[in-house]
């Protein structure tokens, strides 16, 4: 360790949600009706208003939100027709949730090798997809890296798979001007505190596809008050769901809607404030000796809430005493190596509950693989200084 200046922001610590959206939390409270299909005469309802607008911000027929990112990943596997048993494709390299989801709906999640770009690889897609007789990919864009995605769609289609996009780290993202989230049959985003906007829990799901979606609002637990969305397919549309689909309560109410309303306004923005950080971190570390940042192709619109970069060889210990030696000076690096889950962090192989995948391209990377939230909090100057100790740290340890 090489002492030196210390980084005293915290790391997750987000910014306070807006007055406005404070406002009409306050007045939902007044008024009491949470519930969702609690409404005076003539009323819209914040979540019915939320799922318009979200639809119309992503360019989607239709919207639907829900409890949490995970239930809006359970839910679109559901509503595409998943069934106990299926094999389900998705990335080796992705937050825990994500199997999860796969795992909550009887079905088997199976692990696609990431590039050295963070993305998943699109060979051993095509490989896994024709050895497991997948249906469905689950595609998360894990820490806001977008594959191909114009490639990824038509590999899709060639390989007669259902596109389910897991958008938790893209909300505002797009791929050659298509909004994240809309390549495929449901995009599913979280509006989780860490995620792009904040109403605690939370989250969305968009699509074009009418009868995919009404099986989604009768997953959801509409109870029989469908008609009382604004952003759902028509009542002819439930004429099926209504019958097969179990209720699953998971809706999301008006007090959480309330608050991520005035966010979505905001989003725009927020990208580029986000991306502006992004910029000045990865300005501050190019050209470290040793350090590999990940390109960012022209095609990709991304929304920086997150930096990585690799560390290509580095061994185990030298990672730990990375992580170690930033920690002590204020910067707190996530590492995918570690022998055991830690906070956010886990690996395939942690997932003990999921049959052992032998996945060797995916754990060359994670094994060197740095990972540093990026709240708005944070000052262009702080993360200046997040560099300079990172780039620090890296030199006295590469010299060891
Ligand atoms: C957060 C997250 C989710 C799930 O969101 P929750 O709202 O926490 O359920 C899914 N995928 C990824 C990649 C995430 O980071």
């Not at 009706?33 to 360019?59: C, D, I, S, V």
Request: proline share 6%; with cysteine.
């Amino acid at each position: 360790m090489t002492g030196g200046e210390v980084f005293t922001g915290s790391f997750t610590q987000q910014e306070p949600i807006p007055e406005e959206a404070i406002a009409a939390a306050v007045a939902v409270l007044r008024h009491g009706r949470l519930h969702r299909y609690n409404l005076a005469p003539g009323e819209a309802g914040e979540a019915a208003l939320l799922e318009e607008e979200f639809a119309a911000l992503t360019g989607a027929r239709y919207c639907l939100a829900v409890a949490s990112g995970g239930y809006a990943l359970a839910c679109a596997l559901r509503a595409a027709g998943v069934a106990p048993g299926d094999a389900v494709l998705t990335n080796a390299f992705t937050l825990a949730p994500v199997p999860g989801a796969i795992a909550s709906v009887g079905a088997r999640p199976v692990l696609v090798e990431v590039t050295g770009d963070l993305v998943i690889d699109l060979d051993d897609l095509a490989a896994k997809a024709a050895a497991s007789a997948a249906q469905v990919l689950m595609l998360s864009h894990m820490r806001g890296h977008l594959c191909d995605m114009d490639r990824c769609a038509a590999l899709c289609r060639d390989l007669g798979l259902i596109l389910i996009e897991d958008c938790a780290h893209t909300m505002g993202a797009a791929w050659n001007g298509t909004p994240s989230g809309r390549h495929g049959l449901f995009g599913c985003y979280s509006t989780q505190t860490y995620k792009h906007m904040n109403s605690g829990e939370g989250g969305l799901l968009v699509s074009d596809d009418a009868a995919a979606m009404a099986r989604a609002v009768v997953l959801s637990g509409s109870y029989m008050l469908y008609p009382r969305h604004r952003a759902a397919p028509p009542p002819e549309a439930f004429e099926d769901a209504r019958w097969d689909m179990p209720n699953i309560s998971g809706r999301m109410d008006n007090l959480r809607a309330a608050i991520l309303r005035p966010q979505l306004a905001g989003l725009a923005d927020r990208r580029e404030r986000w991306n502006a950080r992004y910029r000045r971190l990865e300005a501050g570390l190019a050209g470290t000796p040793g350090l590999r940042l990940i390109p960012r192709p022209a095609a990709e619109d991304f929304v920086g809430s997150s930096f990585q970069a690799l560390l290509p060889g580095w061994p185990p210990a030298r990672m730990a005493a990375l992580v170690a030696a930033c920690a002590a000076r204020g910067v707190e690096v996530k590492w995918f190596g570690a022998a055991e889950p830690q906070g956010f962090t886990s690996r395939h192989d942690h997932w003990r509950w999921l049959p052992r995948q032998d996945l060797p391209q995916t754990d060359r990377v994670l094994a060197g693989l740095i990972d540093l939230r990026l709240p708005l909090t944070f000052t262009l100057e702080d993360c200046d200084q997040i560099a300079r100790i990172v780039r620090d740290e890296v030199g006295a340890l590469a010299s060891e």
